[in-house]
């Protein structure tokens, strides 16, 4: 079985939290009268509320949402439709389905229907699940919802052979993992003529009605009954989003689609799913290390742990027993970040140059603890952010509050455009007719970030993207010289021309943070600043893994590393450092249960501290 953690959380930035809320669909509203009310819209989350059950007489349910248009007398057509993968090899294959069974949504139009739908290269079609001309994730619709859905925003249902074929992959909300409608209709062969009718047989009497026995209490749930994972996260999970394991505060899923752990997220005769009652549990022991750092335990779903990840046998045995990926999210319900990618994109970076993500000296006994305590370091910083309480949910730099139609120029705090940011021989061009949609956005944004010549986001296609994130033509080039352009896998991508592509390869995606880390975090070629690293680490290490005892120039390892990447220097505290240093901690208490020690048995010292 495989277990995931989520830490205490209050606001997620990369998860709906929130209570049930109204959210506008392209779907007209039906007047008291069976009318369309002009100006009035469905509520998708609150069908019944504002539409009313008086619709016209070939509607099959005003609460479908349907215009009687789009509806057929008598119910929902009876021939199985096609559903598969929202990207191949990433859920079990493809089925028919009844019509009146519920799946995820994706959209194809011939035609883009705005600069957020995407196409690939193998592909005649344009894609999207979460547009602005679709209102949003569309989970668990029926056939004839998810037909009037992509419909009313110009677009049709994918065929099985584009969802096969990758078209739709990495358009959003999830699905990738997920079976999404197709508008393949599956062949029935016609029915034998039936027998002539005849007169209608006497009534029978009745029979008398026999007491119904005494209901039986349901049994509580047992935590994920095939002890596999292979139940958690619930059915109907996705709705919410691909937050798992979720957050102690946002432990429910409502039936609107919101994280929250209220009467109306939890409780299921209102739809809600509570994780509690099925995958994850609180831990109320204090001497579980887990209860230290405010996690839930889970049950998830987890692609198994590659054998070889960095490439050093002590370490990557750690690694592998721990499942380490598996238990800071990176779960097959997330369609951003993998662990396999991780594991692919460290193992490339050490082989190019001289520049090396730290894992230890071999030939010391406690090279692996070193290495260890140092992946752990980068991970924990990782985790933040890429989604800050909820990890690993964005590449792309996120639209933050108040959000902006310029925001992609700029988010810093001193109002510094990115694209200014090109003083370097090694920067990028800054090309005014640069084009670009962000891959990734938070649920709670407006949107993704875009750059559109002629309009106020002009030149401004260098937000941050990646784990750790990269930002501002002088960074972009750097990081294509010294590392895209040396990895063969890599030879096609050129940044400079195309940033948005350290969001479309799973190994790009972590390559800039494993790069800032080895460049600027360990002090590539800076003296004095390598020796604050080196001191610290080793002060961590020796002392039985202590973050107190590993204080130098005022932080200790955890918070100086973050301090790097926060805010560019050593002694500088990161932006909620608590969060941060919670991820820390719960690493290196993985690597511990897992067999990380240090020579002389020392390895129990514990990963908190001051």
Not at 134 to 147: P, S, Y
Not at 580 to 596: P, T, V
């Amino acid at each position: 079985m495989s277990r995931g953690r989520a830490k205490m959380a209050a606001s997620p930035t990369g998860a709906k939290t929130a209570a049930p809320t109204s959210v506008a669909a392209p779907f007209p509203d039906w007047g008291a009268d069976g009318e369309l009310t002009v100006t009035g819209q469905c509520n998708i989350f609150s069908w019944g509320t504002q539409c009313r059950p008086a619709c016209a007489a070939d509607a099959i349910s005003c609460q479908l949402g349907l215009p009687s248009g789009q509806c057929q007398a008598g119910g929902e057509p009876a021939v199985p439709r096609r559903v598969e993968c929202g990207r191949v090899g990433k859920c079990a294959g493809g089925e028919w389905a009844n019509p009146t069974d519920t799946y995820m949504v994706r959209c194809c139009a011939e035609t883009r229907l705005s600069s957020s739908w995407k196409q690939y290269a193998n592909c005649d079609v344009w894609s999207e699940s979460n547009g602005p001309e679709i209102g949003g994730c569309m989970r668990d619709k029926t056939l004839l919802e998810a037909e009037a859905i992509c419909a009313s925003a110009g677009a049709r249902l994918c065929s099985a052979a584009e969802l096969l074929a990758d078209c739709a992959r990495g358009t959003g909300c999830g699905f990738d993992s997920q079976l999404v409608w197709a508008s393949d209709e599956q062949s029935l062969p016609d029915p034998a003529p039936g027998p002539l009718p005849g007169p209608a047989p006497d009534p029978q009497p009745m029979p008398t009605p026999v007491p119904a026995p005494d209901p039986q209490p349901t049994p509580a749930p047992a935590p994920d009954p095939n002890g596999d994972g292979s139940t958690c996260p619930p059915q109907g999970w996705e709705r919410c989003g691909t937050t798992w394991p979720p957050l102690t505060t946002g432990y429910c899923c409502s039936a609107g689609g919101w994280y929250g752990i209220t009467d109306d997220h939890c409780n299921p005769s209102k739809g809600g799913i509570n994780a509690l009652a099925s995958c994850c549990a609180y831990n109320n022991d204090p001497n579980h290390p887990d209860y230290t750092y405010g996690m839930l335990v889970c049950s998830s779903q987890c692609d198994a742990p590659p054998a070889e990840c960095t490439g050093v046998p002590a370490i990557d045995s750690v690694l592998a027993a721990s499942d380490i990926g598996c238990q800071i999210g990176l779960t097959q319900l997330n369609d951003v970040y993998t662990w396999a990618g991780f594991c692919s994109a460290v193992r490339q970076f050490n082989a190019i140059g001289d520049r090396k993500l730290l894992l230890g000296d071999t030939e010391d006994p406690n090279g692996a603890a070193f290495g260890l305590s140092n992946v752990a370091a980068l991970l924990a910083q990782c985790m933040w952010e890429s989604g800050g309480e909820a990890p690993f949910t964005a590449c792309d730099e996120n639209d933050y509050p108040p959000s902006s139609p310029t925001a992609s120029c700029t988010q810093r705090s001193d109002g510094e455009l990115y694209h200014s940011l090109n003083d370097q021989p090694w920067a990028c061009y800054v090309d005014p007719q640069m084009t670009m949609t962000a891959e990734t956005w938070a649920s709670w944004a407006p949107g993704p970030l875009k750059c559109e010549p002629g309009t106020g986001s002009e030149k401004c296609c260098w937000w941050g993207r990646g784990a750790i994130q990269t930002t501002g033509p002088n960074n972009y080039g750097l990081l294509q010289r010294e590392v895209f352009s040396q990895v063969p896998s890599l030879s096609g991508i050129d940044l400079c021309t195309n940033p948005e592509a350290i969001c479309q390869n799973d190994d790009a995606k972590w390559l800039g943070a494993i790069f800032y880390w080895a460049n600027n975090v360990q002090g590539y070629g800076l003296e004095a600043e390598a020796a604050t690293f080196d001191e610290s680490l080793r002060k961590f290490v020796e002392s039985g893994f202590n973050r107190a005892a590993s204080v130098v120039a005022g932080a200790d390892f955890a918070s100086g590393t973050g301090g790097v990447v926060n805010n560019g220097y050593w002694g500088a505290t990161p932006a909620e450092n608590a969060g941060r240093l919670s991820n820390f901690d719960f690493i290196i208490s993985e690597f511990l249960a897992a067999g990380m020690t240090i020579e002389g048995g020392g390895g129990g010292g514990g990963g908190g501290g001051a």
